[in-house]
Nanobody, 114 residues
Framework: QVQFVESGGGLVQPGGSLRLSCAAP????????MGWFRQAPGKQRELVAS???????KYADSVKGRFTISRDNAKNTVYLQMTTLKPEDTAMYYC????????WGQGTQVTVSS
């Protein structure tokens, strides 16, 4: 059963930074584009960043210039470096294939608050 394990979330003040990590099954990581998603209370889950197998990246307008997605193909791990965090970035963050077709992991909570 596919399982993603997200980590690195926490409580941070506005303007702060966090780095999220996601360990993915190798069978998935090697052949799929990967994405970071987030879901805030009462809102739908949204894709915030994606990275292809080759390393090309795309970002939602709301995070462009502040978030950086990357992948380490040797470690089957995808990262999300988040800077200049805002209260509206508060959400549960998940990784999955870029199309979100696999079972969701437990996610990692990011809370931006003073």
């Amino acid at each position: 059963q596919v399982q993603f394990v997200e980590s690195g979330g926490g409580l941070v003040q506005p303007g702060g930074s966090l780095r999220l990590s996601c360990a993915a099954p190798g069978s998935i990581f090697k052949i799929y584009d990967m994405g970071w998603f987030r879901q805030a209370p009462g809102k739908q889950r949204e894709l915030v960043a994606s990275v292809t197998i080759g390393g090309s990246t795309k970002y939602a307008d709301s995070v462009k210039g502040r978030f950086t997605i990357s992948r380490d193909n040797a470690k089957n791990t995808v990262y999300l470096q988040m800077t200049t965090l805002k209260p509206e970035d508060t959400a549960m963050y998940y990784c999955n294939s870029a199309r979100g077709i696999f079972r969701w992991g437990q996610g990692t909570q990011v809370t931006v608050s003073s």
